[in-house]
């Protein structure tokens, strides 16, 4: 039971790191800093909740984020495709 545990943890921390990786090289193709990524996430919300620079930054750098925040960030930065790398 522990290896299969571990071996699910590692695949979570792998998945979690590919999302980071994935959405950061989107800020970066389309030059967006997190204080804009900030702005245009709060600029699609209206009157939802606005997420401060640190926090999105913690939660990018983290890499702890749902896939329907992800989809949020890359509409909110323009993006259309994501090229899914082999894993």
């Given at each position: 039971q522990f290896y299969i545990d571990e071996f699910?943890?590692?695949?979570?921390?792998?998945?979690?790191?590919?999302?980071r990786r994935?959405?950061?090289?989107?800020?970066?193709r389309r030059?967006?800093?997190?204080?804009?990524?900030a702005e245009a996430l709060a600029a699609q919300q209206g009157d939802g909740p606005i997420e401060s620079v640190q926090?999105?930054?913690?939660?990018v750098n983290r890499g702890?984020?749902?896939?329907?925040?992800?989809?949020r960030a890359a509409r909110a930065m323009g993006?259309?495709?994501?090229?899914?790398?082999?894993?």
């Amino acid at each position: 039971q522990f290896y299969i545990d571990e071996f699910v943890r590692l695949g979570h921390e792998l998945m979690a790191d590919e999302a980071r990786r994935l959405l950061r090289a989107e800020m970066v193709r389309r030059g967006f800093s997190y204080k804009m990524l900030a702005e245009a996430l709060a600029a699609q919300q209206g009157d939802g909740p606005i997420e401060s620079v640190q926090s999105l930054t913690n939660k990018v750098n983290r890499g702890r984020f749902s896939f329907a925040f992800f989809l949020r960030a890359a509409r909110a930065m323009g993006v259309n495709a994501i090229d899914l790398p082999s894993l």
